[in-house]
């Protein structure tokens, strides 16, 4: 198993640090408001204004943190999305229990309902969010539905260049519907060239606090 260890961020929520990648799971300058910014304002809510039913593909489970967010958000905008992820590597319980993202009861209760789901099991979390949790690698995925909305929150290019890469961003382009959004935290060139070439039409956006740019793509 790799080595974790827990962090705090700037904004005194919780991530994940990989000693063998010299990694975070989030921005040091505050994991729930870099997942607030990237892929709630500018992917769940910029998308999800006019649709009452959402389906969301997360590449990079990870601490479960996006999902928490997405299925409060469905419950504050009375939205139904149904949610796919995928971890190559889950985070065991011991670990995600000390994540300390929400005070309130009810959140609580919500996030461990999130991270005790079975891998591989389409479950209904709320009347509001339904999510599948998979652990495969991407490159062997297979989903036979396309979604509306990719949140891609994959270790950063220096760590894992090949996720960043044509083959995977190109599952990204098959698994969107047409008009559906690709939202990320990275703004390498090279990544955008990928996507131009796989013809998104893209978007630079201001990053979170400690990153200039973000990435909002949409398949046309």
């Not at 009810?106 to 389409?122: C, F, H, P, T």
Request: charged share 25%; hydrophobic share 40%; net charge negative.
């Amino acid at each position: 198993m790799r080595k974790i260890e827990i962090r705090q961020t700037a904004d005194g929520s919780n991530t994940l640090y990989l000693p063998d990648l010299d990694e975070t799971y989030h921005s040091s300058h505050g994991a729930v408001q870099e997942a607030m910014h990237v892929f709630i304002h500018h992917g769940l809510t910029f998308l999800g204004q006019d649709k009452k039913m959402i389906s969301v593909f997360e590449m990079g489970f990870g601490t479960g943190l996006n999902a928490l967010l997405t299925a409060e958000w469905a419950q504050n905008h009375k939205r139904t999305i149904q949610y796919f992820g995928v971890e190559l590597h889950p985070i065991p319980e011991e670990i995600w229990i000390e994540m300390d993202y929400v005070q309130e009861k009810s959140a609580i209760e919500l996030y461990s309902k999130i991270m005790s789901v079975e891998w591989g099991a389409n479950q209904e979390i709320t009347p509001n969010f339904h999510l599948r949790k998979i652990e495969q690698d991407i490159h062997q995925l297979q989903i036979d539905e396309q979604v509306d909305l990719i949140y891609f929150d994959a270790f950063g290019p220096r760590a894992q260049a090949e996720m960043w890469e044509l083959p995977v961003l190109n599952k990204m382009n098959e698994l969107l519907k047409p008009g559906g959004i690709f939202v990320t935290y990275c703004a390498q060139g090279q990544m955008k060239r990928n996507l131009k070439s796989l013809g998104f039409q893209l978007e630079s956006l201001p990053g979170p606090p400690g990153k200039r740019e973000m990435t909002r793509a949409i398949k046309i």
